[in-house]
């Protein structure tokens, strides 16, 4: 795949309407967001920042805005010239990964920017820049990991099923996993956090911390990718029904 082509895949119509519609969304969740949430008395950046972005709207609306963005990565598999030009299906998924981890990253800048720009112009509060870009590219990180996740999913639920319906409800159900176990009576805290929940940093925070959330999400990528290729043993992406 050639710089242009790659450029193409990563910015088009689809792009255009994803960023659009996350753009409207936060608009409106600034304008109606209510900034006396930020007057505490011991103001803390990360749980500020993540006030502005919480799992809710990851879960409800991300989510399934992301599983539409990554679409376009699976139309790609199905296409056989596509997968003769890699020679065999195991490069098939490592081209998979590679651009699903490209769209994640995408995903992962423009939500965080917009949530950034809400916290910085609604709080009163003035914070230290060096912590707001700790808290940025750190969430950019693990969040990127969170969503290549998802794509990953989704890629194995439907090569095994053909079923791109049955695909994005089982990727529902692992995102929606860290929501439902903080709302269980009895078992908040016990249960263990296997996405969305692990993109989220105490403070202080340091390095260290952001390797232990990253490190499960890093284990459940190479997971799902050593699925995906042993699945690609048995099926031909170029083969599967439409979606």
């Known amino acids: 795949m050639s710089a242009y082509q790659l450029k193409c895949f990563l910015i088009n119509r689809l792009t255009i309407i994803v960023v659009v519609a996350i753009a409207l969304i936060q608009v409106y969740r600034f304008a109606t967001y209510d900034a006396l949430r930020f007057h505490v008395e011991n103001p803390d950046p990360f749980a500020f920042y993540f006030l502005v972005t919480p799992i809710e709207m990851i879960i409800f609306v991300m ?25 065999n299906r195991e490069n098939t998924v490592y081209r998979y990964s590679l651009l699903v981890f490209l769209q994640a990253v995408i995903f992962a800048i423009f939500i965080n920017i917009m949530s950034l720009l809400i916290l910085l112009i609604k709080s009163p509060l003035v914070f230290d820049l060096t912590v707001i870009a700790f808290i940025s590219l750190a969430t950019i990180v693990l969040d990127t990991l969170f969503f290549s996740i998802c794509a990953l999913l989704l890629l194995a639920v439907y090569a095994l099923t053909k079923k791109i319906q049955l ?13 439902l176990i903080d709302h269980i009576p009895g078992y908040v805290g016990i249960l263990p956090t296997i996405g969305w929940r692990l993109t989220e940093i105490q403070c202080p925070a340091s390095l260290y911390d952001v390797f232990v959330k990253a490190l499960p999400l890093l284990s459940l990528t190479a ?16 083969r599967a029904s439409e979606i």
């Open 223 to 238: 997971l799902l990718i050593w699925i995906n290729l042993l699945v690609a043993r048995h099926r031909d992406f170029a």
């Open 167 to 179: 695909a994005a409800l089982v990727l529902f159900c692992y995102a929606i996993w860290d929501f």
């Open 63 to 87: 989510v399934p805005l992301y599983t539409i963005f990554s679409i376009p990565a699976i139309h790609m598999l199905e296409n056989a010239n596509f997968c003769t030009r890699l020679k």
